[in-house]
């Protein structure tokens, strides 16, 4: 019988992360769910937890080059990438995910943030509904650790467009939102410690996020106006807040 669900992992250089993650898949149910590991340093061989794993290894070509690679050879009819660091939110979510699930082309759900301080905080939340209404230009939306997908479905939109180097997985969401509403989960599914690259390079990721909304999405007349203009609030909010509350 084929897994109802196949969890990427992609790794590289980070073997605490990678035995957080594979332990943290180990305290659930994980009958019919596939592993994937895309190793980019050969490190996923000396792991306890990882018996039946499938493990590619292939060159550090990026992030979402691994998780192309680990979309390929998926076969879950649900994808989830769970990347090395990030954990279940508790060992009840894969049951609840499995039995919620079924009839979705994509899902999602809150996830918790761990601050570098070690507050855990779980994302408000989102109203798919209104945030499509403004082009999802307001600086929300689910991360790609709370994100379920039907796998056939991410690999005929070419799974992630590496031409973006921070929020391919966005893009893919918004693809995805062009032929389906989403299922809402209202359980907490992962967590997650913040540090990514859209922290770190926000400036960068704005300007991307636009880019995404403006190929994807093409809004023109007042919705493009409006489009704008929510990226420029969002960059203004996000350089105040880099600027005063994280010195």
């Excluded at 390929?72 to 989830?80: D, K, L, R, T």
């Excluded at 109203?127 to 690999?155: I, K, L, M, N, W």
Aim: net charge neutral; with cysteine.
């Amino acid at each position: 019988m084929d897994p109802w669900l196949t969890v990427v992992t992609i790794v590289k250089d980070d073997p605490s992360g990678l035995q957080e993650t594979v332990d943290s898949l180990a305290s659930g149910d994980v009958s019919g769910v596939e592993h994937i590991v895309v190793d980019g340093s050969h490190e996923a061989m000396h792991f306890r937890n990882l018996t039946g794993a499938t493990i590619i290894h292939q060159p550090p070509l990026g992030i979402y080059s691994a998780m192309n690679a680990g979309l390929a050879q998926a076969g879950g009819e649900y994808v989830w990438f769970l990347n090395a660091g990030d954990r279940v939110a508790d060992p009840q979510v894969l049951g609840h995910v499995r039995r919620e699930l079924p009839g979705a082309v994509w899902a999602y759900g809150p996830v918790i943030i761990e601050s570098v301080s070690g507050r855990a905080i779980q994302t408000p939340r989102w109203d798919y509904e209104t945030e499509r209404r403004y082009y999802f230009a307001r600086g929300h939306f689910p991360a790609h650790q709370g994100t379920f997908v039907r796998s056939q479905t991410a690999r005929s939109f070419g799974g992630f467009d590496t031409t973006f180097r921070i929020c391919a997985d966005y893009a893919l969401s918004l693809r995805l939102s062009e032929i389906a509403t989403p299922m809402e989960l209202t359980f907490p599914v992962a967590r997650f410690k913040e540090g990514g690259a859209s922290t770190v390079q926000w400036r960068t990721s704005v300007r991307e996020f636009h880019r995404a909304r403006r190929q994807i999405l093409a809004p023109t007349g007042l919705s493009g106006v409006r489009e704008r203009m929510h990226t420029a609030r969002q960059y203004a909010l996000l350089g105040a807040y880099r600027t005063f509350f994280q010195k």
